[in-house]
Protein backbone atom coordinates (compact mmCIF):
# COMPACT_ATOMS: atom_id res chain seq x y z
CA UNK A 1 0.00 0.00 0.00
CA UNK A 2 2.92 2.93 0.97
CA UNK A 3 4.01 2.15 -3.19
CA UNK A 4 3.79 5.15 -5.12
CA UNK A 5 3.54 4.46 -8.75
CA UNK A 6 4.37 6.02 -11.58
CA UNK A 7 2.04 9.02 -12.53
CA UNK A 8 1.54 7.45 -16.61
CA UNK A 9 1.16 3.88 -14.80
CA UNK A 10 -1.75 4.98 -12.90
CA UNK A 11 -3.50 7.34 -15.55
CA UNK A 12 -3.74 4.00 -17.42
CA UNK A 13 -5.32 1.98 -14.39
CA UNK A 14 -7.69 4.98 -13.90
CA UNK A 15 -8.36 4.81 -17.96
CA UNK A 16 -9.68 1.38 -17.62
CA UNK A 17 -12.49 2.26 -14.92
CA UNK A 18 -15.82 2.62 -15.89
CA UNK A 19 -17.18 6.42 -16.00
CA UNK A 20 -19.09 6.10 -12.19
CA UNK A 21 -16.05 4.76 -10.79
CA UNK A 22 -13.85 7.42 -12.83
CA UNK A 23 -15.72 10.05 -11.08
CA UNK A 24 -15.33 8.37 -7.41
CA UNK A 25 -11.59 7.61 -7.79
CA UNK A 26 -11.61 11.95 -8.84
CA UNK A 27 -12.54 12.18 -5.09
CA UNK A 28 -9.73 9.93 -3.34
CA UNK A 29 -7.03 12.84 -3.14
CA UNK A 30 -6.05 15.84 -4.96
CA UNK A 31 -3.08 14.04 -7.16
CA UNK A 32 -5.80 11.78 -8.14
CA UNK A 33 -7.94 14.77 -9.30
CA UNK A 34 -5.17 16.45 -11.28
CA UNK A 35 -4.67 13.19 -13.39
CA UNK A 36 -8.23 12.98 -13.59
CA UNK A 37 -8.55 16.56 -14.86
CA UNK A 38 -5.15 17.16 -16.56
CA UNK A 39 -5.29 13.97 -19.01
CA UNK A 40 -9.41 14.62 -19.42
CA UNK A 41 -10.25 10.72 -18.64
CA UNK A 42 -13.83 11.73 -17.52
CA UNK A 43 -14.57 12.65 -21.25
CA UNK A 44 -16.53 15.58 -22.58
CA UNK A 45 -18.85 12.91 -23.95
CA UNK A 46 -20.17 11.91 -20.48
CA UNK A 47 -20.03 15.18 -19.15
CA UNK A 48 -20.98 17.39 -22.00
CA UNK A 49 -20.74 21.29 -21.53
CA UNK A 50 -24.07 22.01 -23.41
CA UNK A 51 -28.13 22.69 -23.12
CA UNK A 52 -29.90 20.25 -24.63
CA UNK A 53 -33.57 21.31 -23.46
CA UNK A 54 -35.45 23.08 -21.58
CA UNK A 55 -37.87 21.99 -18.85
CA UNK A 56 -40.43 24.38 -17.97
CA UNK A 57 -43.68 24.06 -16.22
CA UNK A 58 -47.13 26.09 -16.80
CA UNK A 59 -50.00 27.04 -14.61
CA UNK A 60 -53.07 24.74 -15.24
CA UNK A 61 -51.11 22.15 -17.51
CA UNK A 62 -50.45 19.09 -14.85
CA UNK A 63 -47.08 17.90 -16.59
CA UNK A 64 -43.82 19.35 -17.44
CA UNK A 65 -43.00 20.87 -21.31
CA UNK A 66 -39.87 20.42 -22.82
CA UNK A 67 -38.65 22.54 -25.50
CA UNK A 68 -35.10 20.56 -27.07
CA UNK A 69 -33.19 20.77 -29.90
CA UNK A 70 -34.29 17.76 -32.44
CA UNK A 71 -31.73 14.71 -31.66
CA UNK A 72 -31.15 11.55 -34.19
CA UNK A 73 -30.96 9.44 -30.74
CA UNK A 74 -34.47 8.90 -29.25
CA UNK A 75 -32.65 7.92 -25.86
CA UNK A 76 -30.54 11.09 -25.36
CA UNK A 77 -33.30 13.63 -25.76
CA UNK A 78 -36.62 12.54 -26.05
CA UNK A 79 -38.90 13.51 -23.44
CA UNK A 80 -38.67 11.99 -19.91
CA UNK A 81 -41.93 10.11 -19.11
CA UNK A 82 -43.59 11.46 -16.28
CA UNK A 83 -45.72 8.47 -16.63
CA UNK A 84 -48.64 10.03 -19.12
CA UNK A 85 -51.58 8.03 -17.40
CA UNK A 86 -53.41 11.29 -16.13
CA UNK A 87 -55.96 9.14 -14.27
CA UNK A 88 -53.24 7.37 -12.05
CA UNK A 89 -50.64 9.34 -11.33
CA UNK A 90 -52.88 12.82 -11.90
CA UNK A 91 -49.86 15.29 -11.84
CA UNK A 92 -45.92 15.99 -11.83
CA UNK A 93 -43.64 18.79 -11.53
CA UNK A 94 -39.82 19.32 -12.28
CA UNK A 95 -39.08 20.88 -9.01
CA UNK A 96 -34.82 21.18 -9.36
CA UNK A 97 -32.28 20.70 -11.71
CA UNK A 98 -28.73 19.91 -11.06
CA UNK A 99 -25.55 18.52 -13.24
CA UNK A 100 -28.24 16.32 -15.53
CA UNK A 101 -30.38 14.97 -12.89
CA UNK A 102 -33.88 16.35 -12.10
CA UNK A 103 -35.89 16.67 -9.10
CA UNK A 104 -39.96 15.71 -9.66
CA UNK A 105 -42.91 14.99 -7.64
CA UNK A 106 -45.80 13.50 -8.52
CA UNK A 107 -48.43 11.59 -6.45
CA UNK A 108 -46.57 8.78 -5.11
CA UNK A 109 -44.16 11.25 -3.85
CA UNK A 110 -40.54 12.73 -4.97
CA UNK A 111 -38.23 10.91 -7.28
CA UNK A 112 -34.92 11.85 -8.92
CA UNK A 113 -34.05 10.81 -12.38
CA UNK A 114 -31.56 11.01 -15.10
CA UNK A 115 -33.21 11.55 -18.81
CA UNK A 116 -30.00 10.89 -20.89
CA UNK A 117 -29.93 7.28 -19.05
CA UNK A 118 -33.00 6.92 -18.27
CA UNK A 119 -32.52 5.83 -14.71
CA UNK A 120 -34.81 7.01 -11.82
CA UNK A 121 -35.15 6.78 -8.06
CA UNK A 122 -38.41 7.08 -5.48
CA UNK A 123 -37.12 8.60 -2.63
CA UNK A 124 -39.10 7.61 0.43
CA UNK A 125 -41.43 9.74 2.29
CA UNK A 126 -40.59 12.89 3.64
CA UNK A 127 -40.62 12.98 7.80
CA UNK A 128 -42.90 14.90 9.77
CA UNK A 129 -44.40 17.88 8.65
CA UNK A 130 -41.26 18.27 6.28
CA UNK A 131 -43.98 16.91 3.66
CA UNK A 132 -45.84 20.65 3.52
CA UNK A 133 -42.09 21.69 1.85
CA UNK A 134 -41.63 20.47 -1.25
CA UNK A 135 -41.81 24.04 -3.15
CA UNK A 136 -38.50 24.76 -1.86
CA UNK A 137 -37.07 21.45 -2.62
CA UNK A 138 -33.38 21.75 -4.77
CA UNK A 139 -31.03 18.95 -5.70
CA UNK A 140 -27.18 19.10 -5.14
CA UNK A 141 -25.59 16.49 -7.80
CA UNK A 142 -21.95 16.97 -9.12
CA UNK A 143 -20.60 14.20 -10.61
CA UNK A 144 -17.06 15.09 -10.56
CA UNK A 145 -17.52 15.08 -7.20
CA UNK A 146 -19.32 11.55 -6.25
CA UNK A 147 -21.72 9.40 -8.40
CA UNK A 148 -23.94 10.60 -4.83
CA UNK A 149 -26.69 13.01 -5.00
CA UNK A 150 -28.62 15.25 -2.28
CA UNK A 151 -32.08 17.04 -1.98
CA UNK A 152 -32.72 19.67 0.18
CA UNK A 153 -35.31 21.43 2.08
CA UNK A 154 -35.37 25.05 2.25
CA UNK A 155 -38.25 26.65 4.06
CA UNK A 156 -38.90 30.38 2.64
CA UNK A 157 -38.98 31.73 6.32
CA UNK A 158 -39.58 30.65 10.14
CA UNK A 159 -43.51 30.69 9.27
CA UNK A 160 -43.18 27.99 6.69
CA UNK A 161 -41.04 26.16 9.28
CA UNK A 162 -42.88 25.45 12.02
CA UNK A 163 -46.64 24.04 11.89
CA UNK A 164 -47.63 25.17 15.31
CA UNK A 165 -49.65 28.14 14.55
CA UNK A 166 -49.13 29.60 18.57
CA UNK A 167 -45.42 28.83 18.16
CA UNK A 168 -45.64 31.08 14.93
CA UNK A 169 -47.01 34.29 16.95
CA UNK A 170 -44.00 34.03 18.78
CA UNK A 171 -41.51 33.69 15.92
CA UNK A 172 -42.48 37.39 14.47
CA UNK A 173 -40.06 39.42 16.61
CA UNK A 174 -37.14 36.65 15.74
CA UNK A 175 -34.65 37.20 13.12
CA UNK A 176 -34.83 35.12 9.65
CA UNK A 177 -32.58 33.44 9.18
CA UNK A 178 -32.30 32.30 12.74
CA UNK A 179 -28.49 31.74 14.20
CA UNK A 180 -28.74 28.08 13.91
CA UNK A 181 -31.01 26.87 11.14
CA UNK A 182 -32.60 22.71 10.93
CA UNK A 183 -32.60 21.76 7.80
CA UNK A 184 -34.68 18.03 5.96
CA UNK A 185 -31.81 16.90 3.42
CA UNK A 186 -32.05 13.32 1.81
CA UNK A 187 -28.85 11.88 0.74
CA UNK A 188 -29.10 8.88 -1.63
CA UNK A 189 -25.09 7.66 0.54
CA UNK A 190 -27.86 6.66 3.12
CA UNK A 191 -31.11 6.77 1.22
CA UNK A 192 -32.39 8.68 4.29
CA UNK A 193 -33.92 12.07 5.05
CA UNK A 194 -31.85 13.68 8.14
CA UNK A 195 -32.32 16.89 10.19
CA UNK A 196 -29.24 18.56 8.99
CA UNK A 197 -28.27 21.74 11.56
CA UNK A 198 -26.21 24.58 9.63
CA UNK A 199 -24.42 27.82 11.33
CA UNK A 200 -25.57 31.10 10.42
CA UNK A 201 -22.34 33.72 9.32
CA UNK A 202 -22.97 37.37 9.59
CA UNK A 203 -26.27 39.42 9.95
CA UNK A 204 -29.80 38.18 9.66
CA UNK A 205 -32.14 39.16 6.93
CA UNK A 206 -34.29 40.91 8.95
CA UNK A 207 -37.01 40.06 11.25
CA UNK A 208 -39.42 37.25 10.55
CA UNK A 209 -42.69 39.89 10.64
CA UNK A 210 -40.81 42.82 8.08
CA UNK A 211 -42.98 42.75 5.21
CA UNK A 212 -40.29 42.32 2.58
CA UNK A 213 -39.84 38.57 4.40
CA UNK A 214 -43.37 37.59 3.15
CA UNK A 215 -43.84 37.95 -0.91
CA UNK A 216 -44.71 34.41 -1.13
CA UNK A 217 -47.94 35.14 0.78
CA UNK A 218 -48.50 37.75 -1.96
CA UNK A 219 -48.86 35.78 -5.09
CA UNK A 220 -47.76 32.20 -5.53
CA UNK A 221 -46.28 32.61 -9.34
CA UNK A 222 -42.39 33.67 -8.19
CA UNK A 223 -39.75 31.75 -9.22
CA UNK A 224 -37.50 29.91 -6.62
CA UNK A 225 -34.25 28.96 -8.27
CA UNK A 226 -31.09 27.74 -6.63
CA UNK A 227 -27.42 26.77 -8.22
CA UNK A 228 -24.41 24.47 -6.63
CA UNK A 229 -21.12 24.15 -7.61
CA UNK A 230 -17.63 23.89 -5.16
CA UNK A 231 -19.39 22.34 -2.81
CA UNK A 232 -21.94 25.44 -2.11
CA UNK A 233 -25.79 25.52 -2.64
CA UNK A 234 -27.51 28.81 -3.20
CA UNK A 235 -30.83 28.84 -3.14
CA UNK A 236 -34.03 31.92 -3.40
CA UNK A 237 -36.37 32.34 -0.44
CA UNK A 238 -38.39 34.75 0.66
CA UNK A 239 -40.41 35.21 -3.18
CA UNK A 240 -36.84 35.30 -4.63
CA UNK A 241 -35.90 38.35 -2.71
CA UNK A 242 -33.20 37.05 -0.41
CA UNK A 243 -30.65 33.87 -1.11
CA UNK A 244 -29.64 31.26 1.18
CA UNK A 245 -25.66 30.80 0.95
CA UNK A 246 -25.17 26.92 2.27
CA UNK A 247 -22.01 25.33 2.81
CA UNK A 248 -22.20 21.43 2.87
CA UNK A 249 -18.19 21.38 3.51
CA UNK A 250 -18.47 23.72 7.04
CA UNK A 251 -22.22 23.14 7.67
CA UNK A 252 -22.65 27.13 7.70
CA UNK A 253 -25.55 29.24 5.88
CA UNK A 254 -24.85 33.21 4.83
CA UNK A 255 -27.76 35.39 3.71
CA UNK A 256 -27.40 37.76 0.80
CA UNK A 257 -29.71 40.12 -0.15
CA UNK A 258 -30.78 41.16 -4.09
CA UNK A 259 -29.64 44.41 -5.61
CA UNK A 260 -31.49 46.95 -4.57
CA UNK A 261 -33.91 48.96 -7.43
CA UNK A 262 -35.32 45.93 -7.76
CA UNK A 263 -39.31 46.44 -7.87
CA UNK A 264 -42.29 44.72 -6.21
CA UNK A 265 -43.56 43.27 -9.13
CA UNK A 266 -40.21 42.38 -10.84
CA UNK A 267 -39.57 38.58 -11.07
CA UNK A 268 -35.65 37.67 -9.95
CA UNK A 269 -34.00 34.92 -11.89
CA UNK A 270 -31.15 33.47 -9.91
CA UNK A 271 -28.02 30.82 -11.70
CA UNK A 272 -24.69 29.79 -12.50
CA UNK A 273 -22.91 31.42 -15.28
CA UNK A 274 -19.56 29.87 -15.54
CA UNK A 275 -17.70 30.38 -12.23
CA UNK A 276 -20.14 33.29 -11.48
CA UNK A 277 -23.25 33.70 -9.19
CA UNK A 278 -25.98 35.50 -11.10
CA UNK A 279 -29.64 37.30 -11.26
CA UNK A 280 -31.19 38.76 -13.52
CA UNK A 281 -34.48 40.83 -13.73
CA UNK A 282 -36.86 41.42 -17.05
CA UNK A 283 -39.30 43.33 -18.59
CA UNK A 284 -40.79 44.68 -21.82
CA UNK A 285 -37.89 47.45 -22.19
CA UNK A 286 -34.88 46.43 -20.65
CA UNK A 287 -32.81 43.10 -19.17
CA UNK A 288 -30.64 43.55 -16.34
CA UNK A 289 -28.31 41.37 -14.93
CA UNK A 290 -26.19 40.87 -11.78
CA UNK A 291 -22.84 38.92 -10.83
CA UNK A 292 -22.40 38.09 -7.05
CA UNK A 293 -18.59 39.91 -6.35
CA UNK A 294 -16.89 39.04 -3.13
CA UNK A 295 -12.86 39.94 -4.39
CA UNK A 296 -12.83 42.62 -2.27
CA UNK A 297 -13.90 40.61 1.17
CA UNK A 298 -17.47 41.99 0.87
CA UNK A 299 -19.85 39.96 -0.67
CA UNK A 300 -22.23 42.06 -3.04
CA UNK A 301 -23.90 42.40 -6.32
CA UNK A 302 -22.26 44.11 -9.15
CA UNK A 303 -24.58 45.17 -12.25
CA UNK A 304 -22.84 43.57 -15.32
CA UNK A 305 -25.50 44.22 -17.75
CA UNK A 306 -28.04 46.91 -18.59
CA UNK A 307 -29.65 46.02 -21.86
CA UNK A 308 -32.02 47.24 -23.85
CA UNK A 309 -34.30 44.68 -25.57
CA UNK A 310 -37.00 46.20 -27.06
CA UNK A 311 -35.85 46.36 -30.42
CA UNK A 312 -34.68 43.08 -30.12
CA UNK A 313 -38.15 41.61 -29.40
CA UNK A 314 -39.67 42.88 -31.52
CA UNK A 315 -37.74 41.38 -34.58
CA UNK A 316 -37.81 37.97 -32.24
CA UNK A 317 -41.52 38.27 -32.68
CA UNK A 318 -41.60 37.74 -36.60
CA UNK A 319 -41.33 34.59 -36.20
CA UNK A 320 -44.21 33.73 -33.86
CA UNK A 321 -46.10 31.92 -36.36
CA UNK A 322 -43.33 29.33 -37.25
CA UNK A 323 -42.93 26.32 -35.47
CA UNK A 324 -39.09 27.21 -34.30
CA UNK A 325 -35.69 24.97 -34.63
CA UNK A 326 -36.67 23.41 -31.52
CA UNK A 327 -39.44 20.86 -30.66
CA UNK A 328 -41.88 21.83 -28.15
CA UNK A 329 -42.61 18.52 -26.20
CA UNK A 330 -45.96 18.40 -24.61
CA UNK A 331 -45.88 15.48 -22.35
CA UNK A 332 -49.94 16.27 -21.26
CA UNK A 333 -50.81 15.07 -24.44
CA UNK A 334 -49.89 11.36 -24.31
CA UNK A 335 -47.28 12.11 -27.33
CA UNK A 336 -45.42 8.91 -27.36
CA UNK A 337 -41.73 8.80 -29.38
CA UNK A 338 -40.50 5.95 -29.42
CA UNK A 339 -39.02 6.31 -26.15
CA UNK A 340 -39.24 3.02 -23.33
CA UNK A 341 -40.70 3.77 -20.16
CA UNK A 342 -38.14 4.43 -17.22
CA UNK A 343 -39.73 1.94 -15.41
CA UNK A 344 -39.65 -0.49 -18.02
CA UNK A 345 -35.84 0.40 -18.51
CA UNK A 346 -34.82 0.06 -15.20
CA UNK A 347 -36.32 -3.66 -14.43
CA UNK A 348 -34.56 -4.20 -18.09
CA UNK A 349 -31.75 -6.31 -16.58
CA UNK A 350 -29.42 -6.26 -20.16
CA UNK A 351 -28.99 -2.60 -19.59
CA UNK A 352 -25.39 -1.81 -19.16
CA UNK A 353 -25.20 1.08 -17.17
CA UNK A 354 -21.56 1.52 -17.58
CA UNK A 355 -21.82 2.10 -21.35
CA UNK A 356 -22.48 5.96 -21.99
CA UNK A 357 -25.09 7.16 -24.30
CA UNK A 358 -24.47 9.57 -27.07
CA UNK A 359 -26.19 12.10 -29.10
CA UNK A 360 -25.39 12.43 -32.72
CA UNK A 361 -26.98 16.04 -33.17
CA UNK A 362 -26.33 18.90 -30.64
CA UNK A 363 -27.58 22.01 -31.29
CA UNK A 364 -24.67 24.77 -31.49
CA UNK A 365 -24.55 27.43 -29.05
CA UNK A 366 -22.79 30.40 -31.00
CA UNK A 367 -24.25 29.78 -34.78
CA UNK A 368 -27.59 27.97 -35.07
CA UNK A 369 -30.42 30.05 -35.73
CA UNK A 370 -29.54 33.81 -35.43
CA UNK A 371 -31.78 36.34 -36.01
CA UNK A 372 -30.95 38.84 -38.26
CA UNK A 373 -31.72 42.14 -36.38
CA UNK A 374 -30.33 44.37 -39.33
CA UNK A 375 -33.46 43.32 -41.11
CA UNK A 376 -36.16 45.90 -41.04
CA UNK A 377 -38.86 42.74 -39.99
CA UNK A 378 -40.34 44.24 -36.75
CA UNK A 379 -43.64 43.46 -35.07
CA UNK A 380 -45.29 45.33 -31.89
CA UNK A 381 -46.56 42.98 -29.35
CA UNK A 382 -48.01 42.75 -25.94
CA UNK A 383 -46.66 40.52 -23.16
CA UNK A 384 -44.97 39.28 -20.47
CA UNK A 385 -41.22 38.67 -20.74
CA UNK A 386 -39.46 35.91 -18.47
CA UNK A 387 -36.31 34.12 -18.05
CA UNK A 388 -35.98 30.81 -18.53
CA UNK A 389 -32.18 30.46 -17.20
CA UNK A 390 -28.52 31.28 -17.42
CA UNK A 391 -26.39 29.12 -19.74
CA UNK A 392 -23.65 27.15 -17.16
CA UNK A 393 -20.54 27.44 -19.43
CA UNK A 394 -21.15 30.23 -21.36
CA UNK A 395 -22.17 34.09 -21.11
CA UNK A 396 -25.56 33.02 -22.77
CA UNK A 397 -28.79 34.16 -20.97
CA UNK A 398 -32.24 31.89 -22.22
CA UNK A 399 -35.46 34.20 -22.41
CA UNK A 400 -38.91 33.46 -23.00
CA UNK A 401 -40.97 36.38 -24.78
CA UNK A 402 -44.62 36.73 -23.98
CA UNK A 403 -45.02 33.62 -23.93
CA UNK A 404 -44.64 32.88 -27.64
CA UNK A 405 -41.10 32.22 -28.43
CA UNK A 406 -37.66 31.56 -26.89
CA UNK A 407 -34.45 32.71 -27.21
CA UNK A 408 -30.69 32.51 -26.60
CA UNK A 409 -28.92 36.10 -26.15
CA UNK A 410 -25.39 36.10 -25.81
CA UNK A 411 -25.05 38.76 -23.43
CA UNK A 412 -21.55 39.75 -24.48
CA UNK A 413 -22.37 40.27 -28.57
CA UNK A 414 -26.20 40.74 -28.22
CA UNK A 415 -26.35 37.73 -31.03
CA UNK A 416 -29.73 36.08 -30.65
CA UNK A 417 -30.54 32.70 -31.14
CA UNK A 418 -34.25 32.10 -32.18
CA UNK A 419 -35.22 28.63 -30.13
CA UNK A 420 -39.00 27.87 -30.81
CA UNK A 421 -42.44 28.23 -29.67
CA UNK A 422 -43.04 28.29 -26.25
CA UNK A 423 -46.71 27.88 -25.65
CA UNK A 424 -48.69 24.89 -27.12
CA UNK A 425 -51.67 25.53 -29.11
CA UNK A 426 -54.29 25.02 -26.95
CA UNK A 427 -52.72 26.93 -24.03
CA UNK A 428 -53.71 30.47 -24.18
CA UNK A 429 -56.37 33.24 -21.91
CA UNK A 430 -55.35 34.91 -19.05
CA UNK A 431 -54.58 32.70 -16.54
CA UNK A 432 -52.08 31.03 -19.01
CA UNK A 433 -48.50 31.80 -16.99
CA UNK A 434 -45.00 30.41 -16.99
CA UNK A 435 -44.40 29.39 -13.37
CA UNK A 436 -40.77 27.91 -13.71
CA UNK A 437 -38.39 26.44 -15.97
CA UNK A 438 -35.02 24.12 -15.86
CA UNK A 439 -32.00 24.21 -18.21
CA UNK A 440 -31.41 20.63 -19.16
CA UNK A 441 -27.77 19.85 -19.48
CA UNK A 442 -27.02 16.08 -19.89
CA UNK A 443 -25.38 13.67 -17.27
CA UNK A 444 -23.93 10.22 -19.51
CA UNK A 445 -22.63 8.34 -16.51
CA UNK A 446 -25.44 6.00 -16.72
CA UNK A 447 -25.39 4.39 -13.15
CA UNK A 448 -27.47 5.35 -10.93
CA UNK A 449 -27.14 5.18 -7.00
CA UNK A 450 -30.91 4.19 -5.33
CA UNK A 451 -32.50 2.66 -8.14
CA UNK A 452 -36.04 2.96 -8.39
Not at 46 to 67: A, E
Not at 154 to 183: C, G, K
Not at 291 to 301: H, N, T, Y
Request: glycine residues 6%; negative net charge.
Amino acid sequence: MGVTLPEDALAEILRRLPPRSLATSRCVCKAWRAIVDSRRLLLPELLPHSVRGIFFMCRDINFPLFLSHPSTDPEMLGKLDFYRDPDLYGSASVLSHCNGLLLYEDIRGLHVANPATQRWAHLPPLPRFWGLFCHGAHLVFDPTESPHYEVFLVPENLFREDPDMERREQMTDEEWPPSTWVLCVFSSRTGKWEERAFVREGEAAGMASDKALQRHDERDSWPICSAYWNGVLFAQCNGGFTVMRISLSNNKHKVIKMPTGIGELEKVYLGRSKEELCCATINREKLRVWILDDSCGMMGWRLKHHIDIEYTISHVMWFIENEGPWNLQDISNNEDNGLQNLQDVNNNEDVNNNAPVKSKVEWDSDNDNIIDLESDDEVSFMGCNTVLGFHPYKDVIFLNFALERAVAYHLNTSVVQDLGKVRPDYYCGYAAELLSSFLYTPCLMAEFPEEG
